[in-house]
C-alpha cells in the first residue's frame, strides 16, 4: 500500500535562506506523525507545501496518491486543514461558523451540529467566536477542519498559545481523533506534546529533518543516564555514590533533592530501597529535548 | 457545491456586515445624519423670507396683500408694540425690517447687518409703493414684467445633494466593505482556510459582490424613502430607476479600489487610512459634498478624473433634472471601464498571505 503522505528531497527558499532544505519523509495511513522543531525550523513551510498552500522550488509531494501542487479540487475534499491563527468569518456565531464551513464542503447543518457536540462545543454554538476561550477557539478550529470528514488531518502549533488546562483537554480531543482512524500530522514546538501523542516524530532544524522514528525509540537510541532523585538528608552524597555500582553516575545534592545520574537504574533504585531512602522518589528518562540537544549540540528553545 | 459555497460565503458576509455597528454606523446611520443635516438646513433656500415687523396700522401694507395674495409667501408681518421694540428687534436680526405710515410716507427701518436681505426689503416695499402709486393712477399698467427662473421649479438643493451624498455613502461603503474584508481574511489566515475548501475563487468574490450591491440598495432605498418625505420634499423625475444600474456600476467601481488598496495594505489600520485618503477628497471633489454647479473652476476639472464624480452627476440627471434614461449610459461606460482597469491591477496585486 502506497504512503499516504510522500516526500522527497524537499527545498524551498525565501531569498537567500534555506527555508526547507532536502526533506524527505513517509507518513503510513492511520499514522499519528508530528514534525517538531524550534520556531524558524521550516515546520510550518513544510506543512504548507503539503497542504499545496505553496509550490516547492523543488522535490516531489504526493498526498493520498495525488500531486499536491498545483491546488487540487479532487484533493481537497479529502484533506481537512487547521490552520495557527483561528481563521473565522467576523461576528458570527460557533454554529453559524461550522456550518458556514459545513456548506463549504456540501455537508449538511446536522452534521456540523455534531462535530460541535463532538468537541465539546454544544454549550457555545450561540456564542460569537470573538467571545470564545483560547481553547474553545482552537477546538472549534479543529471541529471545522473535520466537519467533512477528511481522511487527512494536517494541525499547525494547534496549542500553541493555550494554558495547560486547555492543552490537556486538547490533547485528549486529539487522541480521540487519532483513535477514529484518520492520518493526522501534526506540527510542533512543544517537545511533550510530540512525545505524548506521535506515534513517529521527525525533529526538524533550520530546513532539515535531523532524525525520525517513535519517540520512545530516538529517546532510546541516545542512551543517555536516567536521572533518580530523592529527598536530601536520607543518604548521604558518598553512600550515594556507593550504591550507583557499576553505573558510574554523578551524584549531586542541593539540600532540597540528591540526584543521581546512573544508566543501571535497577540497582540504584534497589540499593536506595535497602536503605530506606525512596522518600520523594522521582525518576527522569531522557526526553525529546536531549534529544535534540545531542542531535544540535545546543539547548532545545522553543 | 459551488452554489452551496456562494449562497453560504454570502450569508457568512451578510451576518458579519448587519452585525458590525461601525459599519452601520458609517455606511447608513452618518450619510442619513447627513441628510437629515444638510436637507433642514437648505429646506428653503430657494425663497429667502422677509419678516417685517409693523408698527400701528399700516394701511399700504394690508392693501398690497390684498392685491396680491402671493405677497404673504415671502412677507411675514408682526405687530410692533412700539417703534422701539421693533428698532431692537431690527438690529437682533430677528426681523428684517420695521415699517410704520405716516400719512401717505411708508416709513422703512432696516438694518445692513445682512446685505441681502436689506437689498430685497428696500426693493420689495418699494415696489409696494410703486405699485400703490400707479393704482392711484387711475390707469392700467402699461409695462408688466414677467420674470421665472430657468431651472426646473421642483429643482431645489435636497435634489442636489441626495445624489451627491448618496453617492458619498455607496463610494464609502463599498471601498471600506471591499478593503477590510481582504485585509482581515488575510490577516486571521481565513483567505487560505477558503483556499483549501473546495470553493472557487469566483464564489469568493462573486458572493462579495453580490453582498456590496445588496447594501448599496438598501443604502439607496434608505436615502430616497428618507429625502421623498414631503418635510424634505425630493421629487424623482421620470427615469430613476435608471439610478439603479448606475449605482450597481459605481459599487463595482468603488469595489475596485478597496480590492486594490485591500492587496496592498498589510493591516487593517493602513487599509482605512488609505481608503480615507482616496474617498474623502473624491467626496470634495467629485461633487457630492458640493455641488458641482457652484464648485469653483478648478473643481470641476479635477472632478473629471474622480469616477464618483460619474456616479453623482449621472444619478442627478436621471433622478433630478429630469433627463432620460439614456443620459446615465456614458457614466455607466466610464465606471465599468474604471472598474476593469483597476481591478486588474487589484488582480495582478493580490495575495493569498503575507509571507
Same mark, same amino acid.
Not at chain 1, 525550523?41 to 500531486?67: C, F, H, M, N, Y
Not at chain 1, 484533493?75 to 473565522?88: E, H, Y
Not at chain 1, 517513535?214 to 536521572?227: C, H, K, M, S
Not at chain 2, 489600520?269 to 485618503?277: E, K, W
Given at each position: $500500500? ?7 528531497? %524537499? ?20 499514522? @499519528? @506523525? ?48 487547521? %490552520?495557527?491563527?483561528?481563521?473565522? @468569518? ?24 455534531? $462535530?460541535? /457536540? ?54 485528549? %480531543? ?16 512543544? $517537545? ?11 525533529? $526538524? ?81 531522557? /526526553?525529546?529535548?536531549?534529544? @535534540? ?10 | !457545491? ?142 408688466? #414684467? ?11 438643493? *435636497? ?36 483556499? +483549501? ?11 462579495? *459582490? ?6 448599496? +440598495? ?7 424613502? *428618507? ?8 421629487? +424623482?423625475?421620470?427615469?430613476?430607476? !435608471? ?48 455641488? #458641482? ?21 449621472? !444619478? ?40
Amino acid at each position: $500500500m502506497s504512503a499516504t503522505i510522500s516526500v522527497s528531497d %524537499l527545498r524551498k527558499a525565501y531569498g537567500d535562506v534555506a527555508a526547507v532544505d532536502g526533506v524527505s519523509f513517509e507518513v503510513t495511513r492511520g499514522e @499519528f @506523525f508530528g514534525i517538531l522543531g524550534p520556531n524558524g525550523a521550516g515546520k510550518t513551510t513544510t506543512l504548507e507545501i503539503i497542504e499545496g498552500l505553496r509550490k516547492p522550488d523543488s522535490g516531489d509531494v504526493t498526498v493520498l496518491g495525488l500531486p499536491a501542487w498545483p491546488r487540487n479540487d479532487q484533493l481537497l475534499p479529502r484533506i481537512g486543514v487547521q %490552520l495557527q491563527a483561528s481563521s473565522f @468569518f467576523e461576528r458570527l456565531t460557533a454554529r453559524e461558523q461550522i456550518r458556514t464551513f459545513a456548506s463549504l464542503y456540501g455537508v449538511p447543518a446536522k452534521n456540523a451540529d455534531d $462535530m460541535l /457536540t463532538t468537541v465539546g462545543l454544544t454549550e457555545q454554538g450561540g456564542l460569537r467566536t470573538e467571545k470564545l476561550s483560547g481553547g474553545q477557539a482552537q477546538r472549534l478550529s479543529i471541529a471545522c477542519a473535520l466537519v467533512h470528514d477528511p481522511e487527512l488531518l494536517f494541525l499547525d502549533e494547534p496549542t500553541g498559545a493555550l494554558d495547560p488546562q486547555a492543552r490537556r483537554n486538547l490533547w485528549d %480531543l486529539l487522541r480521540q481523533i487519532s483513535k477514529s482512524g484518520r492520518t493526522v500530522v501534526l506540527t510542533t514546538h512543544h $517537545m511533550d506534546e510530540a512525545e505524548l501523542l506521535c506515534d513517529r516524530v521527525a525533529i $526538524m532544524d533550520r530546513g532539515k529533518i535531523l532524525k525520525a522514528g517513535p519517540p520512545a525509540a530516538l529517546v532510546r537510541e541516545i542512551d543517555q543516564p536516567v536521572r533518580i532523585s530523592v529527598q536530601s538528608g536520607l543518604v548521604s552524597a558518598e553512600q550515594a555514590g556507593r550504591l550507583t555500582g557499576t553505573g558510574a553516575g554523578e551524584v549531586t545534592d542541593d539540600g532540597v533533592s540528591l540526584s543521581i545520574a546512573t544508566s543501571d537504574p535497577a540497582t540504584v533504585l534497589s540499593g536506595l530501597a535497602r536503605a530506606d531512602a525512596l522518600a520523594g522518589l522521582r525518576v527522569q528518562g531522557a /526526553t525529546l529535548e536531549d534529544v @535534540f540537544l545531542s542531535l544540535t549540540g545546543r539547548e532545545y528553545r522553543a | !457545491m459551488r452554489g452551496g459555497g456562494f449562497s453560504s460565503l454570502s450569508r457568512a458576509m451578510f451576518l458579519g456586515f448587519v452585525r458590525d455597528r461601525a459599519a452601520l454606523i458609517f455606511s447608513i446611520l452618518l450619510p442619513v445624519l447627513f441628510l437629515l443635516f444638510f436637507g433642514s438646513i437648505y429646506k428653503n433656500t430657494s425663497a429667502p423670507k422677509l419678516n417685517l415687523v409693523a408698527v400701528g396700522r399700516v394701511e399700504l401694507l394690508a392693501q398690497a396683500r390684498q392685491a396680491d395674495p402671493g405677497l404673504s409667501r415671502i412677507l411675514t408681518i408682526s405687530h410692533g408694540r412700539s417703534v422701539a421694540a421693533a428698532l431692537a428687534d431690527v438690529r437682533k436680526g430677528t426681523d428684517d425690517g420695521a415699517v410704520l405710515q405716516h400719512g401717505n410716507t411708508l416709513v422703512l427701518r432696516f438694518s445692513i447687518a445682512d446685505p441681502t436681505k436689506a437689498g430685497l426689503v428696500n426693493s420689495v416695499l418699494g415696489s409696494i409703493v410703486q405699485d400703490a402709486n400707479q393704482a392711484a393712477s387711475g390707469q392700467p399698467a402699461r409695462f408688466t #414684467l414677467a420674470a421665472s427662473q430657468v431651472e426646473d421649479k421642483s429643482l431645489k438643493a *435636497i435634489q442636489y445633494f441626495t445624489p451627491g451624498l448618496l453617492g458619498w455613502a455607496l463610494a464609502s461603503g463599498a471601498a471600506f466593505g471591499a478593503a477590510i474584508t481582504l485585509v482581515s481574511w488575510r490577516e486571521n489566515k481565513l483567505l487560505r482556510r477558503l483556499r +483549501l475548501a473546495p470553493v472557487g475563487i469566483g464564489s469568493i468574490v462573486g458572493a462579495r *459582490i453580490g453582498i456590496a450591491v445588496a447594501i448599496g +440598495l438598501i443604502q439607496m432605498a434608505v436615502f430616497l424613502a *428618507i429625502a421623498t418625505l414631503p418635510y424634505f420634499g425630493l421629487q +424623482l423625475t421620470s427615469a430613476w430607476w !435608471m439610478a439603479i444600474p448606475l449605482v450597481v456600476c459605481g459599487i463595482l467601481a468603488f469595489m475596485s479600489i478597496g480590492l486594490l488598496v485591500g492587496a496592498i495594505a498589510k493591516t487593517q489600520q493602513a487599509a482605512t487610512a488609505i481608503t480615507n485618503l482616496i474617498i474623502l477628497p473624491m467626496a470634495f471633489l467629485g461633487g457630492a459634498f458640493i455641488p #458641482l454647479d457652484f464648485a469653483p473652476n478648478w473643481v470641476k476639472e479635477a472632478s473629471y478624473v474622480m469616477p464618483l464624480r460619474y456616479l453623482v452627476t449621472g !444619478m442627478q440627471d436621471v433622478m433630478a433634472r429630469g433627463e432620460g434614461p439614456a443620459s446615465a449610459l456614458p457614466a455607466i461606460g466610464i465606471l465599468l471601464g474604471f472598474t476593469l482597469l483597476v481591478g486588474a491591477i487589484a488582480v495582478r496585486m493580490f495575495r493569498w498571505d503575507d509571507i
